[in-house]
């Protein structure tokens, strides 16, 4: 099968502007090659460094170990909680009066939180929880569409030290009991009034102010481990109720302390819980070698600054949206923008309108939503102020050409670097992404492999192929962000663990990304 076959297109290369790369956290190629170099050389000495940046309640004994199943730790011995990262150490560092969240809604709703004011909500909810009986390791499943209460509710469990889910709207009644059960989650965050209806068959569609209580109701039906369900309330009419289950999540907080003292939790003690488009059993992310893996990518791969403002549009149950809308993002100290619109038509649109009323620094999107707004062609971005704009980002699966090159002209402005990034539900962060002070960017490319990933390309036989060659991607190492058992899914040789998907190298040491292999 050649290159062509599958859909890999020629090379045509993107450097940054000058003034980009002046400005950038990383422009020199020898000092990125001697980082890369040591995160392969020395992972316990260079995770140790990006560790020292973040605050610890007990620092670690070592920073890397691996055993010979392929089983790996990162910070071991060390206690950290990921809320912490994300509020607590800007608050200390005088940074608490910076805006940590806006929330533009669909519905006309506006609001902002500072650093200081989401730390105040997320510790009201957290004992809000606690409650309720929610406590280190109790699972929770979060139905909620971005909005403030969303990000409130995965710090506040990550507070507490209780795993969390975000469960997409897309979910059919079914799949959504399913992952419940699944999990064993024992209390549910939903809202009364969300963006989508279910129908006859079970399946969720666009809809605007439909009753998302009972959808939840008949998802959560033969799921007895649910003790609680906590609703946010956005409307203002009839909501189903079970007594004795459900509670307003605006009486729960309404005589909370807001003094919750933070968790002190294992490195190895389990954050969030991230699926697949169709999978049932999730995929489990620690807390240490997780956030550190956010923290660092974002900085790196987005360039991220002080004063920069993070749209990120992805769904809020992925990967991409997990790390880059909220842990990486608030780790690094920016400003993040939710955007609560309906997945229909509009939505792409709406999303550059908030981009540009919000003057947005960075915006990070996905291949679908791109895809749709570049079929609208320049009815997408015409008329927008789209200048604040310094880089664009897509992530999860590759961008093709013609759309990468759409959005680096019509939304870009030809200034813009694209940064395509590859990420999946197992990788939990960025694996493959241009850095964007020092590489020249792609059309169709994910760049090279980020700091401690070394992939390797084989045949149907296993053996590597050579540079230029399409083949499955394995990666030779574990890396901070892989998710808990992963070395189950790691081959009987060498104990490489496969991605499932094609890809190439080019001679620049760029990779290509084909389709899945499973």
């Known amino acids: ?64 170990e691996a055993s010979e199943n392929g089983e790996a730790h990162w910070f071991v011995g060390a206690r950290s909680n990921a809320s912490t990262v994300c509020l607590d150490q800007h608050i200390e560092s005088l940074s608490g009066g910076r805006l940590a969240v806006i929330h533009d809604g669909e519905r006309t709703e506006r609001r902002t939180l500072t650093y200081t004011e989401l730390h105040v909500e997320v510790g009201r909810f957290a004992n809000a929880l606690a409650a309720l009986g929610v406590a280190r390791g109790t699972p929770v499943a979060i139905h909620l569409p971005a909005i403030p209460e969303l990000v409130v509710a995965m710090l506040a469990c990550a507070r507490l030290g209780a795993p969390h889910a975000v469960l997409p709207w897309t979910l059919s009644s079914d799949a959504f ?140 149950s992925t990967a991409a949206w997990h790390a880059y809308g909220v842990y990486g993002a608030l780790a690094n100290g920016v400003t993040i923008v939710l955007h609560d619109g309906a997945p229909n038509g509009r939505a792409p649109a709406r999303q550059l309108e908030v981009a540009a009323r919000h003057r947005a620094t960075v915006l990070c999107s996905t291949a679908d939503t791109l895809r749709a707004l570049a079929r609208d062609g320049a009815a997408g971005p015409r008329g927008l102020a789209l200048e604040s704009l310094r880089l664009l980002g897509s992530l999860g699966a590759p961008l093709d050409p013609a759309t990468w090159l759409w959005f680096r002209t019509a939304v870009g402005g030809e200034r813009c670097p694209v940064v395509d990034a590859w990420c999946s539900p197992e990788s939990g962060s960025i694996l493959f992404a241009p850095l964007p002070g020092v590489d020249a960017t792609k059309p169709g490319s994910s760049g090279r492999p980020f700091f401690g990933v070394e992939p390797v390309l084989v045949d149907a036989l296993g053996r590597e192929v050579p540079q230029g060659t399409v083949g499955r991607l394995l990666l030779a190492r574990p890396w901070p962000s892989r998710c808990r058992g992963a070395e189950a899914r790691a081959s009987a040789e060498r104990q490489r663990f496969d991605t499932g998907v094609f890809a190439r190298c080019d001679a620049d040491g760029d990779y290509w990304f084909g389709g899945s292999a499973r």
Do not use: N
């Open 1 to 64: 099968m050649t290159e062509t076959d599958r859909g890999f297109p020629s090379i045509r290369s993107f450097p940054s502007t000058p003034e980009f790369r002046q400005h950038s956290r990383l422009h020199d190629p020898t000092t990125r090659e001697r980082m890369y170099a040591e995160s392969l050389r020395d992972p316990g000495a260079f995770w140790s460094r990006v560790g020292r940046e973040l605050p610890w309640q007990r620092v670690w004994t070592r920073a890397f």
């Open 177 to 316: 009991r399913e992952r419940v059960r699944a999990s064993g989650c024992e209390l549910v965050v939903t809202t009364d009034l969300g963006d989508v209806a279910v129908g006859g068959d079970g399946v969720r569609s666009a809809g605007p102010d439909i009753a998302a209580k009972a959808a939840v109701d008949a998802a959560l039906a033969h799921a007895p481990s649910v003790r609680h369900v906590v609703v946010v309330r956005r409307g203002s009419g009839h909501v189903p109720w079970v007594h004795g289950r459900d509670v307003w999540f605006h009486d729960v907080v309404a005589s909370a302390s807001d003094q919750c003292p933070p968790a002190a939790l294992d490195s190895d003690a389990p954050l969030c819980v991230l699926h697949g488009a169709d999978a049932d059993r999730g995929v489990v992310h620690a807390t240490g070698g997780y956030v550190a893996s956010a923290y660092l990518s974002a900085q790196y791969a987005f360039d991220l600054r002080e004063g920069d403002v993070l749209y990120c549009t992805a769904e809020p």
